[in-house]
């Protein structure tokens, strides 16, 4: 199930993010772009069920920071960020073997502070809202 899901975000244009550390251990998660705006996927595994086989809050909360994130940088032009608040809710559950979308979008941007929000669906239900605020860190 699991590559018949990637074969078909590969058909629609979505590509591998590259990731290392943590985040890939919760991926691959995929990105395109369309219509000018950043969307993101997760293919749901078994690895992302918690204790009743649903989809794990965590997984939903990890997914939307680093989503809301990638769009911060996107956003601002800077490479190094840090979130500084993300406030979750969840709306419904997720099941495995299903394909999470992320939509982020810019609610505000500041010299310091970027303000994202986004719902994770899958198709046409929402599985959970988040939005974010991420902190614009000095290059070093």
């Not at 990731?19 to 219509?35: C, K, S, Y």
């Not at 989809?55 to 809301?68: E, I, S």
């Not at 979008?105 to 994202?116: C, D, E, M």
Request: glycine fraction near 8%; aromatic fraction near 6%.
């Amino acid at each position: 199930m699991i590559d018949k899901a990637a074969a078909q975000l590969q058909a629609d244009g979505w590509t591998i993010v590259e990731a290392t550390g943590f985040i890939q251990l919760v991926g691959p998660l995929w990105e395109r772009t369309a219509n000018g705006e950043h969307e993101f996927a997760l293919v749901t595994q078994d690895k992302h069920h918690n204790r009743r086989g649903l989809v794990q809050g965590g997984v939903l909360m990890t997914f939307a920071d680093r989503t809301c994130g990638m769009t911060a940088r996107y956003v601002s032009g800077k490479p190094t960020l840090a979130t500084i608040q993300l406030d979750t809710h969840f709306v419904e559950a997720g099941k495995i073997g299903e394909t999470l979308i992320s939509r982020p979008r810019l609610v505000r941007s500041t010299r310091s502070l970027i303000f994202i929000t986004t719902e994770i669906t899958v198709e046409t239900r929402c599985i959970a809202m988040a939005s974010g605020v991420f902190k614009i860190l000095r290059s070093e």
